[in-house]
């Protein structure tokens, strides 16, 4: 499975972003894709994750409100739109996927593959 992260960006403080996270490679029955961020210093973030045949999501509290996880299921493709921007959004965004299953992790060891992230930078 290979994972494909792009949409990041400089925005300004209160602005948005939509990052894409394109997957490919073998088919399983049953997953999910989940979105995390890594901000210099810190360990890796859990953001949102959602499960690809039903479309459930699970947001981190922190972010309730102001992120959105959604899937397209013809692109393969899921999206994270992130509204509202914070400089503390600041982050290297990374999508990953659990495979072979249906829960919702908010951990990241958790997921068994990762996509290469996309720089997330927000301007004060």
């Known amino acids: 499975v290979q994972l494909q992260a792009s949409g990041g960006g400089l925005v300004q403080a209160g602005g948005s972003l939509r990052l894409s996270c394109a997957t490919s490679?073998?088919?399983?029955?049953?997953?999910?894709v989940g979105w995390f961020r890594q901000a210099p210093g810190k360990e890796r973030e859990f953001v949102a994750t959602?499960?690809?045949?039903?479309?459930?999501?699970y947001v981190a509290d922190s972010m309730k409100g102001r992120f959105t996880i959604s899937r397209d299921s013809a692109k393969n493709t899921v999206y994270l739109q992130m509204n509202d921007l914070k400089p503390e959004d600041t982050a290297v965004y990374y999508c990953?996927?659990?495979?072979?299953?249906?829960?919702?992790?908010?951990?990241?060891?958790?997921?068994?593959?990762w996509g290469q992230g996309t720089q997330v930078t927000v301007s004060s």
């Open positions: 959602i499960r690809w045949n039903d479309g459930r999501t």
């Open positions: 490679g073998r088919s399983f029955s049953r997953y999910v």
């Open positions: 990953a996927a659990d495979l072979n299953t249906w829960r919702l992790s908010s951990d990241k060891n958790e997921y068994d593959f």
